[in-house]
């Protein structure tokens, strides 16, 4: 029997909360992307899906194809816990390759708590999947290591041969990624940790790490056991080790987590991420959905080496109704209400601070001021930020270190889609929330804290649903 998608979209499109134009499952809960694909001119999505009920339960493999990156067509369940042992409790967090021209998915396997490295085999579509007899192809972290967890593959081709890293961590010393190597993607080589952290500081335990080259280096993202962030480190990989010189933030916001970085066909690195919920799972049940991702981000190197982020350049085909506003002063400890007003819309907002402490803008705003959600720049403490302590929860001002050059201006790109943030600022550093404001909550200003700051331009759009 054929599952009407979009039927099942459209019976809770009327949720004020819910996006229009992220990716999120037909209903029911979603977590970490998986197994992101260009397969044949096509982006391929996979990700963790429960198609029963919209909190976390026993763990599917959802997927969806795009030819744009911004419109997203769902595709058959690709992979279902049992009837094996190995995955009869959920199929976990993994990748998909190119073998040979046989898509190849390497996902987790769980069964009782034991983690294991499993291999499924795709039809020239995509759509149905077959496992590996031999499965699980690692049944577990080698021998005598005192792993904090074994999960999370991701896989690449390296010369003649295919290497992985898995998620770990040792106990007391901090999270690590462990490295593999395979002639076959079934027979596989511990080679030793690829990276261990040396402090339990960054957590016991790295989830959903990547390892890709960029410029002339490798870039190595891991996510902090517990949902604690995600971070970045630039280094050199020799082959058997990665040396870090430079780390950082992929994103402060507390709601982002496990990202994962493909190659296109015109060789660019994406990333897309999980934007999970701040509500409480009987708001989740109520509303019959749970989980985002977040938009498509293009990742490149700055000039000093550290990680840059922007959004997808193909999001512009979604931009409708356009106002421009030019010329706009702030005077401090004021909103400037400006003529816009929505919940799905992308602004590109230049700010000068002059004296102002802080500024930027304001959105999902009350028309009586009760609520209202602020994105901006804390000049003292170098920080970009979202405030969301004077909406509905939750109430949390999300952050992450963002220093200015001098006399550089603040460019935010904004995306707000129902109960979803994301700013990217220029061009190099990304913030996301979410929030959960009155449906009438529309209102759109500009603020200046501490003294006044100035606006030169801001460009607004509607932004059209992709599943209309």
């Given at each position: 029997?054929?599952t009407?998608?979009?039927a ?52 599917h ?53 034991a ?121 050199e990989?020799?082959g ?76 512009a ?15 401090p ?68 270190p963002?220093?200015l ?43 200046a ?20």
């Amino acid at each position: 029997m054929t599952t009407d998608y979009l039927a099942i979209r459209q019976s809770l499109a009327a949720d004020p909360h819910r996006p229009r134009y992220h990716f999120l499952a037909p209903s029911n809960w979603l977590n970490d992307p998986n197994g992101l694909i260009h397969w044949q001119g096509t982006h391929h999505l996979f990700y963790q899906h429960n198609p029963l009920a919209a909190v976390w339960g026993k763990i599917h493999w959802g997927h969806a194809a795009s030819a744009d990156l911004v419109h997203w067509r769902d595709l058959p369940i690709a992979l279902t816990p049992g009837p094996e042992d190995y995955d009869a409790d959920g199929c976990w967090s993994g990748c998909a390759v190119d073998d040979g021209g046989t898509p190849t998915l390497i996902y987790t396997g769980w069964r009782d708590k034991a983690e294991t490295v499993c291999v499924a085999t795709g039809s020239p579509d995509l759509t149905v999947w077959e496992k590996d007899p031999r499965n699980p192809v690692i049944a577990g972290p080698p021998e005598g290591l005192k792993t904090t967890g074994f999960r999370d593959p991701y896989v690449w081709r390296e010369h003649d041969e295919w290497r992985m890293v898995i998620g770990s961590g040792f106990l007391g010393q901090g999270g690590a990624a462990l490295l593999y190597r395979s002639p076959d993607l079934r027979a596989w080589e511990y080679l030793g940790p690829l990276f261990v952290s040396d402090t339990s500081a960054y957590e016991d335990m790295w989830e959903c790490p990547c390892l890709f080259p960029l410029g002339d280096q490798h870039v190595l993202v891991v996510s902090l056991c517990g949902g604690h962030g995600v971070l970045y480190f630039v280094g050199e990989y020799t082959g058997e080790r990665f040396i870090p010189a430079r780390q950082g933030v992929v994103d402060g916001g507390a709601q982002f987590f496990a990202p994962q970085v493909w190659r296109d066909a015109a060789g660019r690195h994406l990333m897309i991420g999980w934007l999970w919920e701040g509500r409480s799972e009987a708001q989740q049940r109520a509303a019959g959905w749970a989980g985002v991702m977040s938009l498509p981000r293009v990742l490149s190197l700055t000039d000093d080496g550290a990680l840059a982020e922007t959004f997808a350049p193909e999001l512009a085909t979604l931009r409708g109704e356009h106002q421009r506003i030019v010329g706009l002063d702030i005077a401090p400890g004021l909103v400037a209400k400006l003529p816009v007003t929505g919940s799905h819309l992308e602004f590109l907002a230049e700010f000068a601070g002059g004296e102002a402490a802080a500024y930027g803008l304001q959105v999902r705003g009350a028309a009586d001021g009760s609520e209202a959600t602020r994105i901006g720049y804390d000049a003292a403490a170098q920080e970009l930020f979202i405030d969301a302590r004077h909406a509905e929860a939750p109430a949390r001002r999300h952050r992450r270190p963002f220093a200015l050059a001098e006399g550089e201006p603040l460019r935010l790109h904004v995306f707000i889609d129902g109960s979803v943030i994301e700013v990217c600022a220029n061009a190099r550093s990304c913030l996301s929330a979410r929030v959960y404001p009155r449906a009438d909550s529309v209102g759109v200003g500009a603020f200046a804290q501490g003294g006044p700051a100035r606006m030169p331009t801001l460009d607004v759009w509607e932004v059209a649903g992709v599943w209309d």
